[in-house]
């Protein structure tokens, strides 16, 4: 498998050197801590939103620091956990007086590395609390995680949070807009083909050429089963009913619908995916009050696409309407 | 707070780093059997930072050296030894301030704050097959014999004795959290690799506890 890639070891640091080169003006790295902050921050007047991860899925997490969204991102290596030193020393740069959020998806590695910096930071006097998402319905329990896993819909928690912080909403007001757009938000992803680690330099698991992974993780995990190819509108009904049923949604209600690319799917497919899902919803009387599509949590090369839905209120709608200036942008 | 204090709770932390070094080797032996393997690495690693750190811990009271630990062996660490010996080493320091001297009811009490931070970091309780299942009915015995007035020695031999016994039985149990849980019943006849390293640790306290 060719990649741009020096030695592997050196991936992320690399990654987020360049990153921090081309916003000079926005962001701030730190290098000791794999630590991408905005360069205006902390900001005493406003709850600081931090999110925590393995690297491989950008743009998440590192990309979408800036105004109206993360003042902060502290990666780990590769599809793993930030060591704990990294989340440590990160909430303690990040304390304001009016406190720290710290957002995790829910793995293991990731949520004893977090409870345990608000443990200790808490401890030192900040006034910091976690949040945990878990919007994929694939599965329960899973290679990395007891309970549900958190994937790409914990774009629209940071979105609503970091829009409450920006308005200066106060710590427990900002984590109770975050747990409420959780509860909202369901999402289910699909594989048509591994993804490879740049320090493997190999298919992270074994795909037929012919074969797709329905409801696949965001780190290759395994999701409901292993099917044969299929054409493009019957893996979206596949992915899209599980979704609707669990929350459920149903007729009359208002959404985002986000389709996500996983890496290696071109955003012409993503669009063809879009087009049949919006149909489909309304078809069941959901209508779509906001549409993303394109990169947002991926798995590294992994061609694949995952669905999420949030449902709507006058309250989250308008959080998600709020601006926010990223590094992933067209101009 | 004395400084004999201070030093008998280096000795003990000093103890654990120095063998979870030596035998690196030998638990990554036993985590290999049903686990990954990597519990030898990842405590060496942890421990080593502990011992390379030393001289720089601050060493106001017992608390706060305990806090510095907790920082170090936490720090550079994947998987999940580190914050769970890190959320060890932090309920010590914690309960440590309810004491104005550290003896056995207050190392029974540290050692149970230990215990129960492992439970809540690690989502674990007694019979999961994990450390807590040497360490938990050592500290009950430690308790028993300090209540009923067995003299100090007596009390650490007790300790170190109750944790052997209930290591080898983990044989009997089956794998419900860590990695070594996707092995599931194959992880029975295997006694678990962190309470034997937790066994191991504190035998070699009590028997060098003479010579601190």
């Not at chain 1, 798995?299 to 709507?312: P, W």
């Not at chain 2, 063998?19 to 080797?25: C, F, G, L, Q």
């Not at chain 2, 920082?71 to 932090?90: D, E, K, N, Q, Y």
Request: charged residues 25%.
């Amino acid at each position: 498998m060719k990649k741009f890639v020096n030695d592997p070891q050196q991936f992320v640091p690399e990654m987020l050197e360049g990153l921090a080169l081309a916003n000079p003006d926005t962001l701030k790295y730190v290098p000791e801590y794999n630590l991408i902050m905005r360069a205006d921050g902390p900001d005493e007047n406003r709850v600081s939103i931090v999110q925590g991860s393995g690297s491989g899925h950008e743009p998440a997490h590192v990309m979408i620091v800036g105004k109206g969204m993360l003042d902060a991102a502290c990666p780990g290596d590769v599809f793993a956990a930030p060591p704990f030193d990294y989340v440590y020393e990160t909430t303690k740069m990040l304390a304001s007086p009016k406190g720290v959020l710290l957002l995790v998806n829910n793995y293991t590695g990731d949520k004893m590395v977090f409870e345990m910096a608000q443990e200790m930071s808490s401890a030192e006097g900040i006034n910091v609390k976690t949040l945990f998402i878990n919007d994929d319905v694939s599965v329960e329990d899973s290679t990395y995680t007891i309970g549900r896993r958190g994937v790409a819909g914990n774009f629209f928690v940071i979105k609503a949070v970091a829009a409450a912080a920006e308005r200066g909403a106060d710590l427990d007001e900002v984590i109770r807009i975050g747990e409420k757009v959780n509860s909202v938000t369901r999402s289910m992803g699909v594989a048509l083909t591994a993804c490879t680690p740049p320090a493997k330099g190999s298919p992270l698991f074994e795909l037929g050429e012919d074969e797709i992974e329905m409801g696949v993780g965001i780190h290759g995990e395994p999701g409901r089963r292993r099917a044969k190819m299929m054409p493009a509108n019957e893996i979206v009904e596949e992915l899209l009913t599980p979704i609707v049923k669990d929350l459920p949604f149903g007729d009359g209600d208002r959404v985002a619908l986000m389709v996500n690319g996983l890496g290696g799917t071109p955003i012409s497919e993503l669009y063809l995916l879009y087009g049949q899902a919006h149909k489909r919803l309304a078809e069941q009387g959901i209508t779509v009050g906001r549409s993303y599509v394109g990169e947002y949590c991926t798995s590294l090369d992994m061609a694949g696409a995952s669905f999420t839905l949030v449902k709507l209120d006058d309250e989250i709608e308008q959080l998600l309407n709020d601006p926010a200036e990223i590094p992933i942008r067209v101009f | 707070m004395t400084a004999t204090d201070l030093a008998d709770v280096e000795f003990v932390v000093r103890t654990l780093a120095e063998t979870a070094v030596d035998k690196e080797k030998e638990f990554g032996d036993l985590d290999a059997v049903v686990g990954d393997g990597d519990l030898g690495y990842s405590l060496a690693r942890g421990f080593e930072k502990v011992l390379a750190d030393w001289d720089g811990f601050k060493r106001d009271d017992v608390a706060t050296f305990l806090q510095q630990v907790a920082v170090a062996i936490s720090s550079r660490i994947g998987g999940t030894s580190g914050p769970l010996w890190g959320t060890a080493f932090l309920r010590a320091s914690a309960a440590s301030k309810n004491f104005d001297t550290v003896d056995g009811a207050a190392a029974v009490a540290m050692l149970r704050a230990a215990a129960d931070g492992i439970k809540a970091r690690g989502n674990s309780d007694l019979g999961d097959k994990t450390l807590l299942d040497a360490l938990i009915p050592a500290t009950d015995e430690l308790e028993r014999q300090i209540q009923s007035g067995a003299d100090a020695g007596e009390a650490r031999a007790a300790f170190a004795k109750t944790a052997r016994e209930c290591a080898d039985a983990t044989s009997k149990l089956e794998a419900r959290r860590g990695r070594a849980s996707y092995s599931g019943e194959r992880s029975i006849g295997s006694p678990d690799a962190g309470a034997v390293a937790i066994t191991i640790m504190i035998e070699r306290i009590v028997s060098e506890w003479g010579n601190r």
